[in-house]
């Protein structure tokens, strides 16, 4: 079950963004912003996110697959298992290797278009 979303526009109130570029990660957080979220965190690790998760839930959240040293799939089970809906972001496309439990979770490809990071929270807030 998906996380209320109290400010009412079908989109998520708070993101976490799970991101080891800080380029990328400024340009996910400018243009979540732009699209009205109200609040976007941003974190570059495992532990990171998973502090943060435990500080306070997300309403939604952008994994990338591939952190420095690192992937994602530990964030990925704790926000299955706290009903948080996320899409990975990776730059392996295809190639990227997701575990079977997770192969059915939606996915942007690096770079993404505003419209597609748009669209994904749209999909994720209807879920």
Not at 2 to 20: F, K, Q, T, Y
Not at 41 to 66: C, H, K, N, Y
Request: proline residues 8%; contains cysteine.
């Amino acid at each position: 079950m998906a996380p209320a979303l109290p400010n009412g526009s079908g989109r998520p109130a708070d993101v976490l963004i799970v991101e080891d570029d800080p380029i990328i990660a400024i340009d996910f957080e400018d243009r979540l912003i732009g699209f009205g979220v109200a609040s976007v965190r941003t974190v570059g690790s495992v532990t990171q996110a998973l502090d943060a998760i435990a500080m306070r839930a997300p309403d939604f959240a952008l994994l990338d697959v591939e952190l420095i040293r690192e992937k994602s799939f530990a964030v990925a089970e704790r926000l299955v298992a706290l009903g948080i809906p996320f899409v990975f972001v990776t730059g392996y496309g295809a190639d990227a290797r997701i575990p079977p439990e997770f192969a059915g979770q939606p996915r942007l490809q690096k770079p993404c278009s505003s419209d597609a990071l748009e669209a994904a929270l749209q999909v994720r807030a209807a879920g």
